[in-house]
């Protein structure tokens, strides 16, 4: 599966464009609200969060808050031929730098807000996401939002589906208990800050 759609994965970034790093950097200091971190997470927690999704069954995974792509490329390189990943984010800026380093049929990167979850992947021709990832700063986001984003994706998971969140609070525990009986916790201290990782998974 690899070998055959490794040509379609391909990362360009064409001239004038910024390093990951530097456009993550940019992305911080723009909006650190919405980023809520420095550093892009470590390629263990990136393997921890991922490894218990079941992509053999996988058609449709949904990211919030991709930034430079640091899980999108991973997880497209997990993906299925016939599976898609749609990144959602509110920033402009790193959805125009998604769309033009990441070539990928596959992908489908979004300005817009994971609140309107539903309607994103409903205008996709989707009724349902598979798994949805997620490193949004909830305990900093504005009033209202982390509950509208919480409720929005427990109603747009489908059954045996997960919300994937990776947090440096605890405190993201409190957006998911209302909605999710189910889930399952670990950490990862070799990522900067260490990362408390959430899987909830809708039975």
């Not at 205008?123 to 982390?146: C, Q």
Request: aromatic residues 12%.
């Amino acid at each position: 599966m690899a070998s055959s759609t490794s040509a379609a994965r391909r990362v360009r970034r064409p001239a004038g464009i910024p390093s990951p790093a530097q456009m993550f950097f940019q992305g911080f200091l723009k909006h650190p609200v919405m980023v809520g971190s420095i550093i892009p997470s470590s390629d263990k927690l990136i393997r921890k969060m991922l490894d218990r999704v079941d992509w053999a069954n996988c058609k449709l995974f949904v990211e919030y808050g991709p930034g430079v792509g640091t899980f999108c490329r991973p997880i497209l390189e997990r993906m299925a031929p016939d599976a898609t990943l749609i990144a959602i984010d509110t920033n402009a800026d790193f959805i125009r730098y998604l769309d033009a380093t990441i070539v990928d049929p596959r992908f489908q990167p979004v300005e817009g807000s994971a609140a309107d979850v539903a309607t994103i992947i409903a205008e996709r021709g989707f009724a349902a996401a598979d798994y949805i990832l997620s490193g949004l700063p909830f305990s900093t986001l504005p009033p209202g939002v982390g509950p509208a984003i919480a409720a929005a994706t427990h109603a747009t998971l489908n059954p045996g589906g997960a919300f994937l969140v990776y947090q440096f609070s605890p405190k993201v525990k409190d957006f998911l208990v209302p909605h999710w009986q189910r889930i399952d916790h670990d950490m990862e201290w070799w990522n900067v800050p260490p990362a408390q990782l959430y899987w909830a998974w809708k039975d």
